[in-house]
């Protein structure tokens, strides 16, 4: 069934924290609600609205970042492509600095 994708180590890691997240985010609205505040983005937002926006800026971190590593490889003179592991820890950085000064 999910033959089409390549279900590597890091592929179900990052889909695991994010399933993961938006349980525990639902779980902490529902105990406390939140309120709109504004930090560094441009808009006033919820919990909620920097979780998405942390999602979809850490799925284009990753995308990204594989869509690179063969060029990384080549300007870096590495012997093979960077580890998806890095991608997916700048992606979970960019996620938690959202939330936090978002």
């Excluded at 998405?52 to 590593?69: K, P």
Aim: charged residues 15%; contains cysteine.
């Amino acid at each position: 069934m999910l033959s089409w994708m390549a279900w590597t180590t890091p592929v179900a890691v990052f889909f695991t924290c994010i399933g993961l997240m938006l349980v525990g985010m639902t779980v902490w609205e529902l105990k406390s609600p939140t309120m709109p505040r504004r930090g560094w983005l441009p808009i006033e937002t919820t919990r909620g609205d920097r979780l998405f926006i942390g999602l979809l800026t850490a799925a284009y971190i990753n995308l990204a970042f594989v869509g690179l590593a063969g060029k990384f490889q080549e300007w870096m003179s590495l012997e093979a492509e960077p580890s998806i592991w890095i991608g997916l820890g700048l992606s979970m950085l960019a996620l938690a600095l959202v939330m936090r000064k978002g």
